[in-house]
């Protein structure tokens, strides 16, 4: 019985703060069909009619991330008034990003559509929600569409594979994946970097991955439970735009994406200019990670910056 009892507050103190986040997200999806079912609400999921909910869900969301990680948003000013694609690094835990549209609906009322894994939308109990909150699967065609009507849109393109396999050293998983630079050249927008520092801190995953990492690789479905939940301080930073240049040539997005990197000054000039797109959003992530963030990350340091007023 002593063994048992170890056993389970062990799990408990590993996996309460993740188990109460999916607890509040099935309970926000709940509060949603209660609103839509008393206001006999039909109208599109997107439309204004749905603001006064989301106000009430960015409301909680935003008061849980200051309580628990005295979260701040800093850089809104980067943001364009009109579309743009916004791509981010992807924690353990993506609560982050949660705590940011929450609060930029808050501050400029303003709603990011989010581009999510397809094993997401087997999720039981979550439609209603997803489709409030603007989530989608991403396919070219809708991140083109969504991008017509004004939004702003929000990817990952490390996605599961680099909040699975990611650790405290931040490195950014994104494979071959350059499809979000080609929609930000196809829709003439701007790519706008996010990162949020300690994410790894206040999240993470078991070390031992190889197995996992074949099971991830053979199902594309994230089995390795994530832990921890530490009140460790959390800064979203959203740095300078990446500008569509219709009069840029290849040749020139070379030079400027390669400008602080000489190793790739031999980039020919007939490499794609998604390729270069991409390459560039990449460096601006790694910028970013490597002005706010230190490395590797530590939970301590983390932890003391919740009183550290002048550590920004």
């Known amino acids: 019985m002593a063994i048992i009892s170890v056993t389970i507050s062990a799990i408990l103190v590993f996996f309460i703060v993740p188990l109460t986040i999916l607890f509040f997200i099935y309970l926000t999806n709940v509060l949603l069909l209660i609103y839509q079912r008393n206001g006999e609400v039909k109208a599109d999921p997107l439309s204004d009619v749905w603001d006064n909910a989301r106000k009430t869900v960015a ?40 705590y940011f549209l929450s609060r930029l609906f808050l501050w400029k009322k303003r709603l ?11 999720l039981p109990g979550l439609k209603l929600l997803l489709e409030v909150t603007g989530v989608m699967p991403g396919t070219r065609e809708e991140c083109l569409t969504a991008l017509k009507n004004g939004h702003l849109v929000s990817i990952s393109p490390g996605g599961v594979r680099e909040a699975l396999f990611s650790d405290e050293s931040y490195q ?3 494979g071959n994946r350059k499809g979000f630079a080609q929609v ?9 970097p996010m990162y949020t520092q ?4 206040g999240y993470r995953m078991f070390k031992e991955r190889r197995f996992f990492r074949r099971l991830y690789e053979s199902t594309r479905l994230p089995f390795t439970p994530p832990y921890g939940g530490l009140p460790v301080k959390f800064r979203t930073y959203i740095g300078e735009p990446i500008p569509y240049d219709p ?8 030079e400027k994406v390669t400008s602080d990197c000489a190793v790739l000054y031999c980039v020919s000039r007939y490499v794609k200019a998604n390729f270069l797109l991409s390459f560039q959003t990449k460096t601006a992530v790694q910028a970013l990670i490597k002005k706010h963030q230190t490395i590797p990350g530590s939970i301590w340091k983390a932890l003391l910056e919740r009183f550290d007023k002048h550590c920004k």
């Open 59 to 98: 409301s909680f969301w935003d008061i849980y991330a200051r309580i628990w990680h005295g979260y701040e948003l800093h850089g809104v000013e980067n943001l364009p008034e009109g579309p743009g694609i916004l791509v981010y690094y992807h924690g353990a835990i993506p609560v982050d990003y949660l």
């Open 112 to 122: 990011c559509l989010s581009v999510a894994d397809h094993f997401v939308f087997r």
């Open 247 to 254: 009069n840029i040539t290849t040749d020139e997005l070379a």
């Open 198 to 201: 300690n994410v790894r801190e």
């Open 172 to 174: 950014l998983m994104w």
């Open 184 to 192: 930000a050249l196809d829709a003439k927008v701007p790519i706008i």
